[in-house]
């Protein structure tokens, strides 16, 4: 679990890894919102319990996103595959298909009850 994440109820299991600046919701990952949201978000929080956001961790905190940019967009991304999978395995798209194969009559009409 990365720094700036949300995890909501959704019903379902989170995923075990959850990068930095991104939300778990409604069953999905995705990028949070903009830096700056989440800082101003962190302000209003600190400020609640007399705590000061510094510029020091302000820049501390935009060198974090950047450097965890490249991780975000591989997670969001391979999410996002496994997501349009399941859609389509939901879809019936990848049914397994079964050789058809034309049984003997003997051997069937033996099998069938009568």
């Known amino acids: 679990m990365g720094a700036f994440c949300n995890l909501l109820p959704a019903g379902r299991y989170a995923p075990r890894n959850v990068p930095s ?13 903009t830096l700056e949201q989440l800082l101003a978000t962190a302000e209003l929080a600190m400020q609640r319990r007399g705590v000061t956001l510094t510029e020091a961790q302000r820049t501390l905190y935009a060198a ?43 051997t069937n009409a033996a099998a069938r009850p009568r």
């Open 21 to 33: 600046f991104t939300s778990w919701w409604n069953g999905s990952l995705r990028e949070a919102f």
């Open 64 to 106: 974090l996103h950047e450097e965890t940019a490249r991780e975000r967009r591989r997670v969001l991304r391979e999410s996002e595959q496994r997501a349009f999978a399941a859609q389509r395995l939901n879809r019936g798209f990848y049914l397994p298909r079964m050789p058809f194969r034309k049984a003997a009559a003997s």
